[in-house]
């Protein structure tokens, strides 16, 4: 079991879980904080009516990526299933290109570029986990 621990998937699904569980979470305990900072982010962007909508949807995105990581990691090592491991890696995909899209829109060019680091590490997970899904 040692070895399954350590393996490039749990690690992986490790990161996204602990990424995601904070920042969701962050969401969750500084709202105020956060649409504060989004509102001005995007002020000058098509998008600055909707940070009211754009702050619960990102999330139970982000929660959700972090939760199904997170239980990933169990059913890996105890059931020996990728299922819920390949769903996080999904769902943390599609919360970085849900960021990167309003990195985007708000012309933050640099902030944009910081989430590749962290879309090519979802990719790499979805495919460690992949294979044995199917």
């Known amino acids: ?18 990424l995601f569980l904070q920042s969701g979470l962050d969401k969750v305990f500084n709202y105020k904080g956060n649409k504060e900072w989004l509102s001005g ?3 000058n962007s098509p998008l600055k ?11 139970l995105l982000e929660t959700a990526s972090g939760v199904f990581c997170a239980a990933g990691i169990y059913f890996i090592i105890f059931e ?16 970085i290109l849900a960021l990167f899209f309003g990195q985007r829109v708000a012309q933050d060019y640099a902030g944009a570029a910081t989430l590749t680091s962290y879309f090519i590490i979802c990719i790499m997970t979805i495919y460690l986990l992949w294979p044995q899904v199917y």
Do not use: E, W, Y
């Open 41 to 43: 982010h995007f002020a």
């Open 80 to 95: 020996n299933s990728t299922q819920v491991g390949l769903i996080g890696a999904q769902l943390s995909t599609l919360s």
């Open 1 to 18: 079991m040692k070895h399954i621990l350590l393996s490039a998937p749990v690690l992986c699904l490790a990161f996204l879980a602990i």
């Open 49 to 59: 009516n909707m940070t009211g909508l754009m702050i619960p949807l990102i999330t």
